[in-house]
């Protein structure tokens, strides 16, 4: 049965969307059958991963909301092994539609119960909010990886989102694991960079992950291409981090694979 995981943090601009689009890729990559959902309105996992939004007419919202069947909107992508659920700009509208549903928080959960059978990882790509989509997503997910800029202001919002997290474990999901911090856009020159990686374990200890993602021009880059960036810069350092961590996440969850 597939491990879902949530890439979750209400700050926008945290590498949430890299961390989603090159960690699925990573984990495919490592024969890992892996389907990212997009459940974001913004839709840059979709067109990072290649497809345009704009042409995509069913996303999870409508799987949610209107209960279409999500298997039919599973998409391909470049990456063997690696799929993807995409989203458009109605997903902005899911949040009014569903106030008044019963099991308002459970709507994702029972749609992917559908799925998890079918791959090894499933990765949510929140928004930068903390709204309903997002309580479905950690009330749908084994476990939650928290991106953080290592950039002023870091841990802003984070004891907000610790809180969320605490109350979904009580309320809704109580399984649902932190499953790492992740140090994000890391320069080494910088000694700021530098301080907030000292901060950030100094307070968090071991849920914070080995890998730390450095800033890579080629993880940026990567959106315009349409493709994670291992896919045209397979050494690069962005690269490398990614499936570092990749392979920390397979290793904690006993699914390292022996060539
Ligand atoms: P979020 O999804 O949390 O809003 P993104 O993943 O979209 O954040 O990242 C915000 C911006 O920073 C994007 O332009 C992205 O390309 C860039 N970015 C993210 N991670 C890195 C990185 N490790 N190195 C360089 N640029 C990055
Ligand atoms: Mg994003």
């Known amino acids: 049965m597939g491990k879902i995981i949530a ?21 495919a990559v490592l024969e890992h059958k892996t389907l990212v959902i997009d459940a974001d309105p913004q839709a840059n996992t979709t ?10 007419e069913t996303s999870i919202y409508e799987c949610m909301v209107e209960g279409i069947d999500v298997k039919s909107i599973v998409s391909k992508t470049e990456i063997e092994n690696l799929y993807l659920v995409p989203s458009h700009i109605d997903l902005v509208g899911a949040e009014v539609e569903m106030i008044n549903m019963e099991n308002r928080e459970e709507k994702m959960k029972s749609v992917i119960a559908d799925l998890k059978d079918e791959y090894d990882f499933i990765i949510i790509d929140c928004s930068p909010s903390l709204g309903l989509i997002t309580i479905n997503a950690l009330t749908a997910a084994n476990s939650v990886i ?14 907000k989102l610790l809180n969320t997290i605490k109350i979904i474990q009580t309320r809704l999901n109580p399984d649902l694991e932190i ?81």
């Open 146 to 159: 928290i991106p953080v800029q290592c950039e002023y202001f870091a841990l802003e919002g984070l004891g």
């Open 47 to 56: 067109s990072g991963l290649g497809h345009d939004p704009k042409t995509i």
């Open 7 to 27: 890439i979750a943090n209400q700050k926008g601009g945290v590498g949430k969307t890299t961390t989603a689009m090159n960690l699925a890729a990573s984990l």
């Open 179 to 259: 499953e790492g911090i992740l140090l994000t856009m890391y320069d080494v020159r910088l000694r700021l960079s530098n301080q907030v990686v000292e901060e950030v374990r100094l307070h968090f200890k071991n849920m914070v992950f080995d890998t730390i993602i450095p800033r890579n021009v080629k993880l940026s880059e990567s959106p315009s291409y349409g493709l994670p960036a291992i896919a045209f810069d397979a050494e690069g350092k962005g690269s490398i981090a990614y499936l570092n961590l990749a392979g920390e996440i397979a290793q904690k969850n006993g699914l390292q694979k022996v060539n």
